[in-house]
């Protein structure tokens, strides 16, 4: 049970731990009789000196301020600085015999503090209890470790830029805590005067590591290195490895020693992210006052950055500062730098004309502003001597780091070995409304982590391993989608170089010491302009990913409601595991591609509710171990995807960008959509389709018990480009609602088979027997279908059979049915007594059958009482057959299964509606007035169809006659809109 409690009355509770504290046989045997304090307390300010005051007390309270200012140094210590050359570092302060820490002031460390029960004669345990009070604050520089059995934060725990904050225990609360690393180099406004390159030394700042470096002396072309754009930024084409900089921002300063010496010094800034801002200063460094080519100054560069800290609820600003001293200073020479081995001692080849800073120099500060307007000949125009320069330059190209160390270049490195992290390793963990900020990695691992709300974790890089007991384990609130950041390259080139303008003029006069003589003098009017060019492109970002790098989750049941991208381990060690509306789960990098039973060895139901996507394998249970349920109500992709399942739901998105394989006892396939860039195998006892879409290479069936859709409204869309396969007919079952699309490539031949009985061309054969609503077939340029039955003699039956245009003009050449197998079709789009017997008669119409997608209704009359009957609509629009053998044929007879004088005089007869003529009275638009004959004092709708084949018709309007007589006149304005080649009318009874 964590223990939290006031200043008033912390004597009491110390006093009787401490009573307690003696009975504990471990501490009594080993502590002495003038042993540690039981209270030590502090209530004002204590600002240590080295060697720090070691403080010998079972319990520990500050009240107030406790500073430690040094602290010594030690080699070979576990708590190595991480990213520091050598081996040795501070040691964190260290409490002896303490078992209790409270804090309700502040506490600060350059050295970092180690909170545990350390005994002067053995190792260190455990604590009993740490508490920092939700106004309190401790800092340490380096370390920040915390080992106790109850912990409860609720104000802040900062390390500096390279620390590293630890926290072990068994009861640990953090809620409304606040964790945090701090971000490597500030721009807190403040600068310093330093100078990082000498004859003898060189400093790097921290975080900057080489990526190229170079100089050199070589040509220029000049003529068309700069042009201005209309919006103030100027396009400059620089050597590389800068080059093009379409949208840079200039920096120009121009200076004179002598009327004919001139001197141009450009800053072109190019930045990617439009988060950047950047300045240019101009500075004169003090050692050497000048350089080679005084007045040159120094141009420090300005970027930067700023976004907000949502632990200190405070606006950051980091910034980059890089000077180029090419032309200011004697910098260059033959060596890469002033002394090479100066620099790799400092494990970089940074050019030494340059230097990167975090830090602003004061010399930025105090620096001349650029002072010449920008033209598009400042390096160059015809009057100068040349086009191409000789210069003396230097590049390099810097990878800024968010954090100062890489990772080493060993086997085995991860994130885990960088600096600047947060560690925490506990057993029970409330993380409600904590806050989390590192540049580096936190790592969390808690076996029972309480349901925790509203955290803020700004980290990129994260791992978790979490668990539950006895409650659903949460996932919520633990990631970002993007955090603030600063990194990335920078790219440099500069170099100076001479140019010259000008004239000679030579004159014959007198000479004055002989008068009959002459003298010529040359009049040279000739003028030096030297320039130092600076360009530097700026490739960093201000956003970074959040990346989850290890994820593992344990409990009975797991609910993940975040956004998370995992790139090297996932574990799901639950029974169920549901990916919430809101939740995302992703697998990316080289350490993890794929789900697999591996992944998940306990996982028995899965739901997904939101987002998944799997770059390679997605395999949900196995065959000797299949799911007991799967549910998709969100969207899934992967690659490759196999399901072993009992219960198969889909009303969502099912994406594999290979190949599906779906084995279920049963499978509800409702509202949802899968689909395989390859071939696809739908494999179980029972499946129920309804608004269902999927598309795949080929498509296997293999269904033992039911295969059915919810009828002819089911609005099912199947689409295959390989071939479709009913490998076994399933007992019961059809698909009247579902539309099946097959289709043949360029020159390609496309197999299908199937496995339905051919019961002749009956109605019986379209019940039970896998009877397909809607079978559209279409082939490409020169390209087949060839359909067979899976044993000698088998059928496949189909409702509406739809040709499309491809074998409209050569049903023979594109189409090939095998004497195992016949088609039969109770309508089409092609005439179906021209298609009846084709194909040798393995293709038969069935005219006696009138399904969902092939039955029409009818008036007929018995016993003169009129009904509605249903009939198959090609046999009703035949315009040879003569169904009741009146001598007129089906399609012009209005009773066409009826003698007509059997309806005379029936009493429930619809009242009838006739057009007698049409009369086009506009071409355009296309109008046309209808005379029609109606029934007095009844309803009558138009309606209109672009096809008689498989007609859908649609309202055009709808009109009440309201007179005695029944003859009337009906306008039909834009009778035939643009684009549209035909159009049926009919005038029918509003129902």
């Avoid at 109850?150 to 640990?172: C, H, R, W």
């Avoid at 057009?915 to 007095?936: E, F, G, K, R």
């Amino acid at each position: 049970m964590t223990m939290i409690f006031s200043p008033k009355d912390m004597k009491r509770y110390f006093a009787s731990l401490g009573v307690l504290a003696l009975c504990l046989p471990a501490l009594a045997q080993t502590t002495p009789t003038n042993g540690p304090a039981l209270l030590y307390e502090n209530f004002g300010i204590i600002d240590t000196t080295q060697p720090s005051p070691q403080i010998d007390a079972l319990s520990f309270a500050n009240y107030g301020s406790f500073t430690v200012t040094g602290s010594p140094r030690i080699t070979g210590y576990p708590y190595t600085q991480l990213g520091v050359p050598s081996a040795s570092t501070v040691i964190p302060y260290l409490f002896q015999n303490t078992l209790n820490f409270t804090n309700t002031g502040s506490m600060s460390s350059a050295s970092g503090f180690r909170f545990e029960t350390a005994f002067p004669d053995r190792g260190s345990q455990q604590a009993a209890s740490f508490y920092n009070s939700a106004s309190a604050s401790i800092f340490g520089s380096t370390y920040l470790l915390i080992s106790s059995a109850n912990i409860a934060v609720g104000g802040s725990l900062t390390a500096g830029s390279d620390g590293f904050i630890q926290v072990e225990g068994q009861d640990v609360t953090l809620a409304r805590a606040g964790l945090q690393i701090q971000p490597l180099g500030l721009d807190v406004g403040n600068c310093q005067s330093f100078f990082p390159v000498t004859t003898t030394n060189f400093f790097p700042s921290a975080g900057v590591f080489d990526v190229s470096w170079d100089v050199h002396t070589n040509a220029l072309s000049v003529a068309t290195l700069v042009a201005t754009n209309s919006d103030g930024t100027v396009s400059v084409s620089a050597p590389r490895p800068v080059g093009s900089l379409p949208r840079a921002k200039a920096f120009v300063r121009f200076s004179k020693t002598t009327p004919t010496n001139l001197f141009y010094q450009a800053v072109f800034v190019q930045v990617r992210d439009t988060n950047v801002t950047s300045s240019v200063r101009f500075a004169s460094f003090p050692t050497p006052p000048q350089g080679p080519n005084p007045p040159f100054a120094t141009p420090v560069i300005k970027m930067s950055t700023t976004s907000s800290n949502l632990v200190t609820e405070s606006l950051e600003q980091k910034s980059i500062y890089i000077w180029d001293k090419l032309a200011s200073e004697d910098v260059i020479g033959p060596e890469t730098n002033l002394v090479l081995l100066a620099n790799l001692r400092a494990n970089t080849f940074m050019p030494s004309p340059y230097y990167v800073s975090r830090v602003a120099p004061c010399e930025y500060t105090t620096g001349l502003t650029p002072n010449y307007v920008l033209t598009n000949n400042i390096f160059y125009n015809n009057t100068y001597s040349n086009n191409v320069v000789t210069n003396v330059g230097a590049s390099y190209v810097a990878r800024i780091a968010a954090t100062s160390t890489q990772l080493p270049s060993v086997p085995g490195a991860t994130i885990t070995n960088t600096s600047s992290r947060i560690e925490i390793d506990v057993d029970t963990l409330d993380l409600n409304r904590t806050r989390f900020k590192a540049d580096g990695l936190v790592s969390v691992k808690a076996r029972n982590l309480q349901p925790s709300a509203n955290s803020v974790v700004q980290v990129a890089d994260l791992n978790y391993d979490l668990g539950a007991r006895g409650i659903d384990l949460q996932i919520k609130d633990l990631v970002l989608p993007q955090v603030p950041a600063y990194f990335g390259n920078l790219a440099i080139w500069s170099g100076f170089w001479t140019n010259q303008t000008g004239f000679t003029v030579t004159n014959v006069m007198p000479d004055p010491a002989n008068p009959m003589g002459s003298i010529t003098n040359v009049d040279t009017n000739v003028v030096d302009i030297v320039f130092h060019a600076t360009f530097v492109d700026n490739r960093m970002v201000t956003t970074n990913s959040v990346k989850v790098h290890d994820l593992a989750m344990h409990g009975a049941n797991t609910v993940f409601s975040d956004k998370m991208s995992v790139t090297e381990s996932l574990t799901i060690d639950s029974e169920r595991f549901t990916i919430a509306p809101s939740g995302r789960l992703t697998l990316t990098g080289a350490g993890v591609k794929s789900l697999t039973a591996a992944n998940a060895p306990t996982l028995s139901y899965f739901t997904n509710l939101g987002t998944i996507i799997i770059p390679n394998r997605a395999d949900f249970g196995t065959a000797s171990r299949p799911l007991v349920n799967f549910v998709n109500d969100g969207s899934l992709t992967a690659a490759t995807e196999t399901f072993h399942v009992r219960q198969f739901e889909n009303s969502g998105s099912i994406v594999g960008t290979a190949g599906i394989d779906l084995e279920a006892t049963s499978a509800k396939l409702d509202s949802g959509s899968i689909s395989a860039v390859s071939d696809m195998r739908l494999i179980g006892n029972d499946f129920k389709l309804r608004n269902y879409v999927q598309s795949s290479s080929g498509l296997l069936l293999s269904i033992t018990n039911s295969l059915s859709d919810s009828g002819g409204d089911a609005k099912n869309s199947i689409i295959v480009s390989g071939g479709i396969r009913l490998a076994i007919k399933p007992r019961i079952g059809d698909l009247f609602g579902t539309s099946l699309r097959a289709t043949a490539p360029r020159f390609g031949s496309v197999p299908n088979t199937w496995a339905g009985e051919d019961r002749g061309a009956t109605v019986a054969g379209f019940s039970n027997n896998v009877v397909i609503g809607r079978l559209n077939l279409d082939v490409a340029q020169a390209g087949q279908l060839t359909f067979a039955g899976t044993g000698t003699h088998n059928g496949l039956y189909v409702d509406f059979l739809q040709f499309g245009p491809g074998l409209t003009n050569d049903l023979t050449a594109g189409l090939q049915i095998d004497p195992s197998l016949v088609i039969y079709f109770a309508d089409s789009n092609l005439p179906a007594e021209e298609l009846d017997g084709q194909f040798d008669g393995h293709l038969r119409w069935v005219r006696e059958f009138a399904g969902p997608n092939s039955g029409v209704d009818v008036l007929v009359c018995t016993n003169g009482t009129a009904h509605t009957s249903t009939v198959n609509r090609s046999l009703r629009n035949s315009t040879t057959i003569d169904s009741d053998g009146d001598g007129v044929p089906n399609f012009f007879d209005p009773f066409p299964f009826n003698v007509d004088a059997l309806c005379q005089g029936a009493a429930n007869l619809p009242a009838a509606a006739l057009i007698n003529s049409v009369q086009v009275v506009s071409q355009t638009p296309m109008s046309a007035l209808l005379s029609v004959n109606v029934a007095p004092r009844n309803v009558y709708q138009i309606e209109y169809a672009t096809n008689l084949s498989s007609p859908v018709w649609q309202v055009f309007s709808t009109f009440t006659n309201v007179s005695a007589t029944g003859s009337l006149k009906l306008n039909l304005p834009n009778a035939l809109p643009a684009g549209e080649s035909q159009r049926f009318y009919r005038v029918k009874m509003n129902p």
